[in-house]
């Protein structure tokens, strides 16, 4: 079974930074783009980041373009986000999500459905 388990989440100041990761398994991850979204509290789920199969391609929503980089080791079978610069607002548990085949994942405008993980946090405060 689809097994995707994220870690590297914690509590930062602004500007500062964190590296995210998504270990997976079960599945060939080689083959399928994948995503990150994230949820605040009391908020619903938001597309963040995207990411097509081979790694050659990604897509950012506007608020963390420029400060945040996706990007994927399909031999370690992870997926990966730097975030740097880091707001008060990038709050959230982070989620990686693997995306169907002819699903719709390189924007903001993708809807989002419910994360399998568990999710990692990350806080931004003073």
């Known amino acids: 079974e689809v097994q995707l388990v994220e870690s590297g989440g914690g509590l930062v100041q602004p500007g500062g930074s964190l590296r995210l990761s998504c270990a997976a398994s079960?599945?060939?991850?080689?083959?399928?783009?994948m995503i990150w979204v994230r949820q605040a509290p009391g908020k619903g789920l938001e597309w963040v980041s995207g990411?097509?199969?081979?790694?050659?391609?990604?897509y950012y929503r506007d608020s963390v373009k420029g400060r945040f980089t996706i990007s994927r080791d399909n031999a370690m079978n992870t997926l990966y986000l730097q975030l740097n610069s880091l707001k008060t607002e990038d709050t959230a548990m982070y989620y990686c999500?693997?995306?169907?085949?002819?699903?719709?994942?390189?924007?903001?405008?993708?809807?989002?459905?419910?994360?399998w993980g568990q999710g990692t946090q990350v806080t931004v405060s003073s």
């Open positions: 999500v693997r995306v169907r085949p002819g699903d719709c994942y390189s924007g903001s405008w993708c809807p989002v459905g419910r994360p």
């Open positions: 079960g599945f060939a991850f080689s083959s399928y783009a």
């Open positions: 990411i097509n199969s081979i790694g050659s391609t990604t």
